[in-house]
């Protein structure tokens, strides 16, 4: 699948979610921060392990740490410091559950085996999610702004 694609994906999970309208639709919001968390959580575990994975995830604004964090501000701004603070740590431990749940899989044996089972990971999953998602945002990033804008305004 191609890295695009994943991203995609993602974003069509958050639009997918609806909640009776609202100044704020937060599920979309959630979701979308959810995803970009757990982009972020992948990307922090990986270059761990292989030290290039930032920036062969990354897109024509940077690494993915930087694209990702730009991402952060941008859903961020959409919010009130109120509406962001119960989002957040949803969404946030959302992305937590996840991303420990298919780290903890990968425990038992010795440290080699380990880590030779999160490269695996970083690379046949990590990888494709975190560029899917920076390569959507850089080939659809009106689209994201108008994703965006329609949360905001209890669309979704």
């Known amino acids: 699948m191609r890295a695009a694609a994943v991203g995609a994906a993602v974003l069509a999970l958050a639009l997918g979610t609806s909640?009776?309208?609202r100044a704020l639709n937060e599920d979309v919001m959630r979701n979308v921060l959810s995803s970009v968390f757990l982009a972020q959580n992948f990307t922090a575990v990986c270059v761990?392990?292989?030290p290039d994975f930032?920036?062969?995830t990354g897109g024509k604004d940077g690494d993915a740490s930087k694209v990702i964090a730009h991402m952060k501000d941008e859903i961020l701004a959409t919010m009130s410091r109120e509406e962001a603070a119960q989002i957040v740590v949803s969404?946030?431990?959302a992305a937590r559950a996840v991303g420990l749940g298919m780290i903890r899989s990968l425990s038992g044996g010795s440290v080699e085996e380990q880590t030779d089972r999160v490269r695996t990971l970083c690379e046949g999953t990590a990888k494709p999610l975190v560029?899917?998602?920076v390569e959507n945002h850089d080939e659809r990033h009106e689209f994201f702004e108008?994703?965006?804008k329609d949360a905001r305004?209890?669309?979704g």
Do not use: H
Request: hydrophobic fraction near 40%; aromatic fraction near 0%; charged fraction near 30%.
């Open 54 to 56: 930032a920036r062969e």
């Open 19 to 21: 909640s009776p309208a």
């Open 131 to 133: 560029k899917g998602l």
């Open 153 to 155: 305004q209890g669309r």
């Open 146 to 148: 108008q994703m965006l």
């Open 91 to 93: 969404a946030a431990g």
């Open 48 to 50: 761990k392990v292989d």
